[in-house]
């Protein structure tokens, strides 16, 4: 069965502490991981796309690492903000197809505290 | 540029109720979606149409109607609300093929089915 495990559920940190979101899947066939940011009362927010070529790719102070050997993925985030404080949602595509083969994490709620 | 314009951003029906969520998109999208989002489960797939005319159904389909009949809109019809569909609706569109180009959510719409 194709899914997506993340983790911590939850995370607390400080401001201006770097902290690293992870993601496990266990999709087949592989297309694309893409990571989005979901903030409160908002729709999600795309922050990187990796293909199976691609083991890192950075958008600012985030940046995504994938492991396509072991199906791993982590985002890291430097120099926390407040303004991260988000749910970060993992996502893998099953195919380049348009249709039904994204598969979606939980989220991992980061909350960023002054 | 809008991008993904949902409304209403709030509703409450009563059980049997109908209604219709608007989306429109203004990107020229050919893929749209539709997603429902439940606390502590990943976003969960309703339907999708790849172009104007072309529907099909995704993952929790049952209760829910769509129709495709201009690349900007794509309406999700409620037919006779239950509280089982109380939850957070998101609609996304993204370029043709859907592929590696991300989705563009919406802001929502929180539906209440008392």
């Known amino acids: 069965k194709n899914q997506v495990e993340q983790s911590p559920q939850s995370l607390i940190i400080l401001e201006g502490k770097n902290c690293t979101l992870q993601c496990n899947y266990t999709v087949s066939p592989f297309s694309n991981l893409r990571w989005y940011k979901q903030d409160t009362g908002r729709g999600p927010v795309s922050l990187t796309i990796?293909?199976?070529?691609?083991n890192t790719k950075s958008n600012g102070r985030y940046t995504a690492t994938l492991d396509a050997d072991t199906k791993q993925s982590s985002l890291h985030i430097t120099a926390s903000q407040l303004s991260d404080s988000a749910s970060y949602i993992c996502?893998?595509?099953?195919?380049?197809?348009?249709?039904?083969?994204?598969?979606f994490g939980k989220g991992t709620t980061l909350s960023v505290s002054s | 540029n809008a991008g993904v314009t949902q409304t209403p951003k709030f509703q409450v029906l009563k059980t049997g109720q109908s209604m219709t969520l608007q989306c429109a998109q203004d990107m020229n999208h050919e893929y749209m979606s539709w997603y429902r989002q439940d606390p502590g489960m990943g976003l969960r797939l309703i339907h999708y149409?790849?172009?104007?005319?072309?529907?099909d159904q995704g993952e929790v389909p049952n209760g829910y109607n769509v129709s495709r009949s201009t690349t900007e809109d794509f309406p999700l019809r409620l037919l006779s609300a239950a509280p089982s569909q109380t939850s957070v609706y998101f609609c996304a569109s993204s370029g043709i093929g859907q592929g590696h180009s991300p989705l563009h959510f919406g802001n929502g719409t929180r539906l209440t089915v008392t």
């Open positions: 990796m293909t199976f070529s691609e």
């Open positions: 149409s790849v172009g104007a005319g072309i529907t």
């Open positions: 996502v893998v595509s099953a195919s380049r197809q348009a249709g039904t083969a994204l598969i």
